[in-house]
């Protein structure tokens, strides 16, 4: 396989072509929607994505992160990062390029 | 068609979250492992109109439904594709066309752009011209090509479906390739599953282990050359599995199929069993008829199972399998599927195997799909 996917703190994610993200009031959670399958996305993994929109960096989705749930910085940092290493790995976003 | 290789991940909470319309049965190919029922000329008159599929497409989202498949046949052979495509767009739905190609173009392909169309799906036969023309009973590889192409430069993500039978899977390096370059973000090599016109056909088109696992260990190389860059799905014949494939994520729990004639099915396969009565949306809501209908509770849930199923730790799993197989092979809808190494009647399995690696049975002709073919019952 090819060598994984670091997640560089100055990078804009976007949410990949095949993908479509957003506001599902039937499920009462974001979900990804992609051909014949559907990701439900947890309340932070939806925040996360919804950051993934070719403007905030990934020190910015910290930011604003840490903002929102008032928690220690470096935890959430941990959480995001992992979180769109993952999101990489699943083909659900890309670095803008 | 079911999928073994594209369960959801997602468990639907009892609501039908993907629903495949199958606008027409209608088609100019003649595929010899087609999915259509064998009867399908016979739907022709009864189609449902625009309104009623804009009914259907409204109401299903009302329950709940994210995802809508455009099938058929060839769903480009209707006229109000786009229109129906723009109404489920505008709803929300994740939209996918499942094409054959034919029937598409530029223009065409402009128009569901516009409508929000998200995903297309194009059925290819091989990259082989003279394989593919003669899987699909008539000339139509140079055609799909060109079609491919446009589908790519209007932009649209696209998965090429690749039905794998004996009669193409030597091919599996050249139909990556050949979906690599047109730069396909999906490759799905789909091992053709035996129902209607390839179950009659199964004999000469089920592939040998050795060619299975020949080919899969050509789609691991290929996965490592092409990384991130293509999808390949391979998704592996039931057959030679030992355990079921979870078939539409059990009966009446996710998926909705609606038939040209406006009958609800529980798969786009259901009515090969035709002890089922299958409601019609035009006498019934979709409400009732997914959450009340005898034929979706039929086999909801787990209540229906004989053994060896019932007492299994995997019936959560595979539910059992899938109901037409059990009935086209065993003769009971309500059996195991007998791709399961458990059921008493895997054995029928073993011998289409067996069959598979016997050269002779490869001499006789192939039954391309036709119209008059009556296996079935009527289409009501």
Redesign the interface.
């Known amino acids: 396989?090819?060598t994984p996917h670091q997640v560089s703190l100055d990078d804009t994610y976007v949410i990949s072509?095949?993908f479509?993200f957003?506001w599902?009031e039937?499920?009462d959670a974001h979900?990804l929607?992609?051909?014949?399958?559907?990701?439900?996305l947890n309340e932070t993994g939806g925040t996360i994505l919804k950051y993934c929109n070719g403007e905030s960096t990934v020190a910015e989705v910290i930011d604003e992160l840490t903002a929102l749930y008032d928690a220690d910085r470096e935890a959430i940092a941990e959480g995001v990062i992992k979180f769109l290493e993952v999101s990489h790995a699943k083909?659900w976003i890309r670095v803008k390029s | 068609m079911p999928k073994a290789g594209s369960a959801l991940s997602l468990d639907g909470e009892g609501k039908p979250i993907w629903v495949l319309l199958e606008l027409t049965y209608q088609c100019p190919l003649k595929c010899v492992f087609c999915s259509n029922p064998v009867d399908f000329d016979r739907y022709r008159e009864h189609e449902l109109s625009t309104e009623e599929w804009k009914g259907v497409i409204r109401d299903a989202r009302k329950m709940g439904a994210m995802q809508i498949g455009f099938s058929g046949g060839e769903p480009t052979l209707r006229k109000d594709l786009e229109e129906l495509v723009g109404e489920a767009n505008d709803l929300g739905y994740y939209t996918n066309l499942i094409t054959s190609g034919i029937g598409l173009t530029s223009k065409r392909l402009a128009a569901l752009k516009e409508a929000g169309l998200k995903h297309i799906q194009l059925g290819f036969q091989s990259s082989d011209r003279d394989t593919a023309n003669m899987l699909a009973g008539v000339e139509s590889f140079d055609r799909k090509l060109a079609i491919a192409k446009e589908i790519k430069a209007h932009g649209f993500p696209m998965v090429l479906n690749v039905p794998i039978t004996r009669h193409n899977i030597a091919q599996v390096p050249e139909i990556i390739d050949l979906a690599s370059e047109l730069g396909m973000e999906y490759l799905e090599l789909a091992n053709v599953q035996y129902y209607n016109w390839a179950l009659l056909n199964r004999e000469q088109l089920l592939p040998t282990r050795e060619e299975l696992e020949w080919a899969e260990a050509e789609v691991a190389k290929a996965r490592e050359r092409l990384g991130d860059s293509m999808t390949i799905f391979f998704v592996i014949p039931d057959y030679y599995e030992g355990r079921p494939k979870a078939c539409m994520n059990g009966w009446g729990s996710i998926h909705l199929t609606i038939a040209p004639d406006g009958s609800a099915l529980p798969c786009s396969q259901a009515r090969t069993i035709d002890t089922l009565e299958f409601p019609n949306v035009r006498e019934h809501s979709l409400e009732w008829l997914w959450r009340e209908s005898p034929t979706f509770q039929k086999f909801r849930g787990d209540a229906w199972m004989k053994e060896p199923c019932r007492s299994c730790d995997e019936k959560e799993q595979d539910f059992g399998g899938c109901r037409c197989q059990a009935l086209l092979l065993t003769g009971d809808a309500a059996n195991a599927d007998p791709a399961c190494s458990k059921s008493p009647h895997h054995h029928l399995i073993q011998q289409a195997i067996q069959q598979s690696a016997v050269p002779e049975k490869h001499v006789g002709s192939l039954i391309a799909r036709h119209g008059g073919h009556h296996l079935g019952r009527k289409a009501t």
């Open positions: 396989m090819t072509p095949t479509l957003r599902e039937s499920q979900v929607l992609y051909p014949e399958g559907i990701v439900k083909g």
